[in-house]
């Protein structure tokens, strides 16, 4: 359990590494020896920057016009257990692989190949992981350390979009193996296969509630809980999802303040209006520069006026382009305009239509091609307000 922590945060940071392999144009050289604990080792496979080569009978090797930059460079045999080193290429260069220009390999067995499929996870290379745990498991068919492998195996192809895969390989490892330190893990990344890979919120829904009953000192359950409430939410139980984001809060941290968020919209959705504004009024005064803020005080004003408090609605619209003038939707829409269009309409409500419809005048002026968020136009809307209170009113 001591490696778990590693598991998913490593896995999206070092994936970029690997895509990007931080090139910097130009292309240079490796070169360098690979030896066993009795000397040098020939016939070795030398990977790295879309090249290859095998040792010598004296264990050298050169791998030759590289990509500039640091490099993942993979030694393999079938007689050891493979390695990986990070090296760095410079431009018209021939350098050593490492300080000691030395790579050795590790006897072939259980516990070395198991340590080596864990870094080539942890690093996000996970086509090698398939590939080298189907081979530790075609070599020791009865190992204690095979519920490990199938967790690796199954976790790999989850990030490398293989979901009915993982779905196989995870299940399996969790149904032979429950009471293995990574069964959490396996259980937790079963639901997201379902929720996020496969869209069968309801399936997900199911293996989130595993997660729960089976595993509850997991650390994984308060965030299993946040998105057994999304996968409710999608699917339109509000108050079952509600209930999730709730016992999600209680976790506290990062889970908590997005269960806070979610909650407030279940509660809109449900037409509890009441709620709804004073859960994203909390929102913003506990986090108010997150991505949500401005969303969050835009819906407390949209809760407030719902409810017919047009007043404070009004309050919070204006705070809402006060506080948050350059703020977004998740599409990139200003949510400024919209928030001055309610407030035109809150200033209808009170009866101030004057005022109303200077601030429609404002939005044309300041934002002529404003739009909700759905992409539709907004100043459509504006325009009829104003040639209402034009024709009825003023």
Request: with cysteine.
């Amino acid at each position: 359990m001591g490696r778990r922590a590693l598991l998913f945060a490593l896995a999206a940071l070092s994936l970029v590494l690997v895509v990007g392999c931080l090139r910097s144009g130009g292309r240079g050289n490796l070169t360098g020896e690979v030896w066993d604990a009795q000397g040098p080792v020939s016939g070795v496979l030398v990977e790295g920057g879309g090249k290859s080569v095998l040792t010598g009978n004296d264990g050298r090797f050169l791998l030759e016009d590289l990509p500039t930059g640091k490099q993942y460079i993979f030694f393999s045999h079938a007689s050891y257990t493979g390695a990986v080193v990070v090296a760095d290429v410079a431009d018209g260069e021939t350098r050593s692989i490492n300080a000691e220009g030395r790579v050795v390999l590790a006897e072939r067995n259980e516990d070395n190949l198991k340590e080596y499929l864990f870094t080539l996870y942890e690093l996000g290379f996970y086509e090698r992981v398939v590939r080298g745990s189907e081979d530790f498991l075609l070599s020791y068919p009865q190992s204690p350390l095979t519920p490990s492998i199938l967790f690796l195996q199954g976790a790999s192809f989850f990030y490398l979009g293989e979901y009915r895969k993982a779905v196989t390989v995870l299940g399996s490892m969790v149904a032979d193996a429950p009471q293995d330190p990574f069964a959490d893990d396996a259980q937790y990344l079963l639901a997201r296969c379902y929720s996020e890979g496969l869209r069968d919120f309801s399936q997900a829904i199911g293996e989130y509630r595993k997660l729960v009953e089976h595993y509850p000192e997991s650390e994984f359950v308060g965030q299993a809980l946040y998105e057994m409430g999304d996968c409710y939410y999608i699917l339109g139980a509000f108050r079952d999802a509600l209930a999730s984001y709730e016992r999600a809060m209680t976790f506290g941290g990062e889970v908590a303040q997005k269960a806070l968020y979610s909650s407030a919209h279940c509660l809109y959705r449900m037409e509890f209006y009441n709620r709804a504004a004073a859960r994203f009024l909390e929102y913003v005064a506990q986090y108010p520069a997150t991505d949500l803020s401005d969303d969050a005080q835009y819906f407390a004003g949209a809760s407030l006026y719902k409810a017919s408090r047009f007043a404070e609605a009004l309050q919070a619209f204006e705070d809402c382009v006060r506080l948050y003038p350059e703020g977004k939707w998740y599409n990139g829409i200003l949510i400024a305009p919209a928030a001055l269009f309610h407030k035109g309409l809150c200033l209808e409500k009170l009866g101030r239509y004057l005022e109303a419809y200077n601030t429609y005048l404002d939005i044309i002026r300041r934002y002529p091609g404003a739009k909700w968020a759905d992409g539709s136009s907004l100043i459509q809307n504006v325009q009829f307000r104003i040639d209402w209170l034009r024709k009825y009113v003023l």
